[in-house]
């Protein structure tokens, strides 16, 4: 592992890291958990540091400009483009609905209406 003063996984090196992906690697999933937890880790760490390795090695998991998107990654885009849409227009009505009231004093709350 690391040195002793220092186990933040970001400042291990990488012939550390590289260590870590390939035990992992050879572990059944139920030990995987008891393995990340001794080495002080977690597994987005482990999973960014795998994808990494196979990117410098030329494997598919780097995020090349060039590599295909899967069917399902354009969907998850796609959602992503129609919500950020929904929600820029949701906040455009706020602000004009703010806007309104101000300018026209309209008051939505009928408590203070005596009947």
């Known amino acids: ?66 590599r295909k998107v899967s069917r399902r990654e354009r969907e998850l885009q796609r959602e992503l483009r129609r919500k950020e849409k929904a929600l820029a227009e949701t906040a455009a009505l706020l602000v004009l609905q703010k806007k309104s009231r101000l300018l026209f004093g309209d008051d939505e709350d009928d408590s203070s209406d005596p009947t």
Not at 6 to 12: L, N, T, Y
Not at 42 to 58: I, V, Y
């Open 1 to 66: 592992m690391a040195s002793k003063k220092d186990k933040r996984p970001a400042r291990w090196p990488p012939s550390e890291r590289l260590r870590v992906v390939i035990e992992s690697a050879r572990l059944p999933e139920d030990e995987l958990g008891e393995f990340l937890r001794r080495e002080g880790l977690h597994a987005p760490t482990l999973e960014q540091w795998r994808a990494d390795a196979l990117a410098g090695l030329g494997g598919t998991s780097a995020p090349a400009a060039g």
